[in-house]
């Protein structure tokens, strides 16, 4: 081989090498999502072009601060949910007509805008309400629930305590 074989080689597996590392990455930052739930099932990761779609939405649609995170108190309405479970959340959302079968979205905090490189779940809002217990956990990462309609964001920030802004 010659010396731009060699280059060409390398400049591959190089590429292959960054390929790799980008979904070790991907596949932790998923275990890390996915964790809390007890079944995996109705869950899906939404691809590139949907991503763009919903965080465009997202970012138009929810206050976000410049210390990158969420400004809820610009939301016209603001509730906070101490000592989390299913049932009390869900009563909350049917009560205040945001219960619904559409689907939402789950991400973590650090994909806030201007971040991107984090995935977003998509699922049935009735799957992030049984597991919004192991969700609001503790150990568990600041998350986002995000529905489009109706619109509506919950804030997974503090142990055993979420916020709902709509």
């Not at 779940?121 to 600041?142: G, R």
Request: charged share 25%; proline share 5%; net charge negative.
């Amino acid at each position: 081989m010659n010396t731009n074989d060699w280059k060409i080689r390398l400049a591959f597996l190089l590429q292959k090498q960054k390929e790799k590392e980008r979904n070790d990455e991907l596949q932790m930052q998923l275990g890390w999502m996915l964790e809390p739930f007890s079944t995996k099932e109705s869950i899906m990761l939404i691809d590139i072009e949907e991503k763009a779609k919903m965080k465009t939405e997202f970012i138009t649609s929810i206050p976000i601060n410049e210390w990158v995170s969420l400004d809820l108190e610009k939301m016209n309405n603001k509730f906070v949910i101490h000592n989390v479970n299913s049932d009390k959340v869900a009563s909350f959302l049917k009560g205040e007509e945001l219960y619904t079968e559409n689907s939402v979205y789950l991400f973590l905090q650090d994909d806030l805008p201007p971040f991107s490189t984090l995935p977003w779940l998509k699922m049935p809002l009735s799957k992030v309400i049984e597991n919004i217990i192991h969700l609001a956990a503790e150990d568990s990462y600041q998350q986002y629930v995000f529905c489009q309609s109706p619109k509506f964001v919950i804030e997974f920030v503090e142990p055993d305590l979420i916020t709902i802004a709509w």
